[in-house]
């Protein structure tokens, strides 16, 4: 992959927000991590990631907190959202699929599948090319 996609973590537990980061780092993608979600959104803010894999369960301001400051943000609205949690009951991924996010991962989680998530959240669409001998109008 390259360029490399930038990839902010939020997460307060220090042992997963590090082994997200090495291991998303190792697959090619640029990960920056923060600890709380009013570091998420100062870093969201900051860095324009391509992707956000968002806890829900921080102190502070919660995940779900963190995806109605973005939602109301122009500037990073356009932020895809995998929230990985161990918060799991229907109504809390309804709540996070109602304020924007894109995927839901409950954890505990597997790294590989973690890895495959990533990259469908960040999979861009390209329109097929035009082929020469039609008529655009």
Do not use: C, W
């Not at 996070?96 to 990533?118: C, I, S, T």
């Amino acid at each position: 992959m390259s360029p490399r996609r930038r990839i902010l973590v939020a997460e307060d537990d220090a042992g997963v927000r590090d082994l997200i980061r090495t291991r998303l780092n190792a697959v090619g993608y640029d990960t920056h991590t923060a600890r709380d979600g009013f570091e998420a959104i100062v870093r969201i803010r900051e860095l324009q990631p391509a992707g956000l894999i968002l806890d829900i369960n921080m102190p502070g301001l919660d995940g779900f907190g963190v995806l109605e400051v973005i939602r109301a943000d122009g500037r990073v609205r356009h932020t895809r959202v995998l929230v990985l949690t161990a918060r799991h009951a229907a109504n809390d991924v309804t709540r996070a699929v109602g304020l924007g996010a894109k995927d839901f991962l409950a954890k505990p989680f597997n790294e590989n599948q973690l890895v495959l998530r990533v990259a469908r959240l960040l999979r861009t669409v390209i329109p097929p090319p035009v082929d020469d001998n039609e008529l655009v109008i």
